[in-house]
């Protein structure tokens, strides 16, 4: 499973915020890691690193699962960490409901 992490400007990219992302997903999606070819991470600060707000971090997760279309979560939280949380967790959510389907999990 490859983790591809990419930022928008206002998220600076660095190895601590990289090891973070691909421990959080690494964990999360353990389970469906022999079926994942690959996932894209898309993180965006939406109100900028100047102004705050409620969940204004936002990830976007796209899922490659071998033989399937991508499948893609998106959140918003307080926190990058949260937000990749959440999206992973409903990812699994998703891949159980669709890989279910087909007793591929």
């Known amino acids: 499973m490859k983790i591809n992490i990419n930022t ?5 990219e660095n190895e601590a915020l990289s090891h973070s992302v691909e421990t959080i997903l690494e ?7 022999n079926q994942i070819t690959r996932v894209e991470v898309h993180l ?4 900028s690193a100047a102004k705050s ?8 997760l796209e899922v490659r ?4 279309q991508p499948e893609i ?3 918003q939280a307080q926190t990058v960490d949260q937000a990749v ?9 998703s891949l159980e409901s ?8």
């Open 85 to 93: 949380m959440a999206a992973a967790q409903k990812m699994v959510s």
């Open 8 to 12: 928008d400007k206002n998220i600076l």
């Open 53 to 60: 707000g409620k969940a204004d971090k936002r990830c976007l």
């Open 44 to 47: 965006s600060d939406e109100n």
């Open 73 to 75: 979560m998106i959140v």
């Open 98 to 105: 669709e890989l279910g389907k087909f007793g591929k999990h």
């Open 27 to 33: 964990q999360v999606l353990a389970r469906f890691s």
């Open 65 to 68: 699962v071998t033989g399937r």
